[in-house]
């Protein structure tokens, strides 16, 4: 994935594939962190974000998302 501009790292390569770019083999990230990383730019608490679903709060990035702080400047 290629991400640019608003707040992430310029330059920066993170992780590695395998020859063919199938699979991740080093530094694997979760999707819920990508996306806390995401709404992290955009400026806001992926913790505090939530939406409503058949009576029960849920956060976008589940309850194990966490900010990829290798890639954020």
């Known amino acids: 994935m290629w991400l640019a501009g608003g707040g992430v790292k310029p ?7 395998d020859e063919t770019g199938a ?4 530094d694997k990230v979760h999707l819920h ?4 990383t995401m ?3 955009l400026g ?3 913790k505090q974000l939530t ?10 990035t589940d309850v194990a ?3 990829i ?3 954020v400047g």
Do not use: K, M, P
């Not at 330059?11 to 594939?17: H, Q």
């Not at 699979?23 to 080093?26: G, H, L, N, T, V």
């Not at 962190?33 to 806390?36: M, Q, R, S």
């Open 11 to 17: 330059g920066i390569r993170f992780g590695s594939t």
């Open 23 to 26: 699979r991740a083999e080093q």
């Open 33 to 36: 962190d990508l996306h806390a």
């Open 39 to 41: 709404l992290h730019c």
């Open 44 to 46: 806001f608490d992926h």
């Open 51 to 60: 939406f409503r679903y058949a009576g029960r709060d849920f956060r976008l």
């Open 65 to 67: 998302g966490n900010v």
């Open 69 to 71: 702080r290798e890639i």
